[in-house]
């Protein structure tokens, strides 16, 4: 039903039922049925009538645009310029005739009609009133809601495209450091780095993707890094099969992984040891990566680019749905927490 449907709807059936009332309940007994009918007959077409012609004028006017303050005063003395002119009608038309002369005429009664449909009209422009503010007001909520979705969207894009040259910018200093070295890794390492480039491009477009995909990239990832730190990087994946269905941000689990190797496991001589795992906690999924290591509280804090991004990205996802944490815990290892609602 269109805007304007429901207006004539409301306006026919609201005072309609007005009429209704006044046939049965407001008359002297003394009258006819045909007086009763064409009296109550004329109410109903004075009052749609004039209060239709008030509501062309106030949008005419603007008035819909003025504070609601302003428009109390405005609905008063338009009620009693239409209450005026629907009593003076109905004078004419019906009490006139029947008058000699004017100790006939009974002012009392015409003052209390007078009143009475001040009120009334008074009454209809305050609905009418109220429920056009009311629209305006769920208009301009579900503007600003479109509109944060849409700065929802220009944020996370803003992010992706901060990540991805992060990572390209990695990768390439892993393969820049087998060229000489070792040719044949370097062909191979470059050959991944292409596989991750076409994925981060394809799941650019999406805000999220399945697990199954994320720890797909998340193992080429490893494989190009293994390359180059041989046996100083070790892993472990303790991933809950039925996760894998579960959708999370792309490349998130393979930027904390990134963040591992290069904060952690580069720094340490030996080497250390990568471990991913997934799991179901209270209704929520649990994502883990720990590197050996050790993180300062500045760090820790989500001052550098990846982590920032991490909890920025949750953030517009997720709201307060979503957490991530990031410790150092025993043994000196770092712990990468994400709690993702499913």
Request: hydrophobic share 45%; glycine share 4%; charged share 20%.
């Amino acid at each position: 039903m269109t805007r304007k449907q429901k207006y004539w709807t409301c306006q026919l059936c609201g005072w309609g039922f007005y009429t209704v009332i006044l046939f049965f309940f407001a008359f002297q007994s003394t009258r006819t049925f045909s007086e009763k009918f064409y009296y109550s007959s004329s109410v109903f077409i004075l009052q749609v009538g004039l209060t239709h012609i008030f509501r062309l004028v106030l949008i005419r006017h603007k008035w819909l645009d003025l504070p609601i303050l302003k428009n109390i005063l405005r609905a008063a003395i338009s009620s009693l310029i239409l209450a005026l002119l629907i009593e003076a009608s109905l004078f004419l038309l019906f009490y006139l005739p029947e008058i000699q002369g004017i100790k006939d005429i009974n002012f009392n009664r015409l003052f209390v009609n007078y009143i009475n449909r001040s009120f009334l009209n008074f009454a209809w422009a305050i609905i009418y009133f109220a429920i056009h503010y009311f629209e305006n007001y769920n208009s301009a909520k579900l503007d600003a809601l479109r509109y944060e979705m849409l700065l929802k969207d220009f944020e996370l894009n803003a992010l992706k495209s901060q990540m991805n040259p992060h990572f390209i910018f990695n990768a390439l200093n892993s393969i820049s450091g087998l060229i000489n070295e070792n040719p044949h890794k370097a062909q191979f390492a470059l050959s991944q780095l292409s596989s991750l480039l076409r994925y981060s491009l394809r799941v650019n477009e999406n805000q999220t993707v399945s697990l199954e995909e994320e720890m797909q990239i998340v193992n080429d990832y490893l494989e190009l890094e293994s390359i180059r730190y041989e046996e100083r990087l070790k892993v472990k994946m303790d991933i809950d099969p039925s996760s894998l269905q579960v959708q999370v941000p792309p490349l998130m689990v393979q930027t904390l992984c990134e963040n591992g190797i290069k904060h952690g496991i580069s720094r340490l001589p030996e080497g250390g040891l990568l471990s991913i795992s997934s799991a179901f906690v209270n209704g929520s999924l649990k994502l883990e990566i720990i590197n050996a290591g050790s993180v300062a509280e500045e760090e820790a804090s989500g001052n550098g680019c990846g982590i920032r991004n991490t909890r920025q990205r949750l953030s517009l996802l997720y709201g307060t749905n979503a957490s991530f944490a990031l410790k150092n815990v025993s043994g000196n290892f770092v712990s990468a927490e994400i709690i993702i609602p499913v």
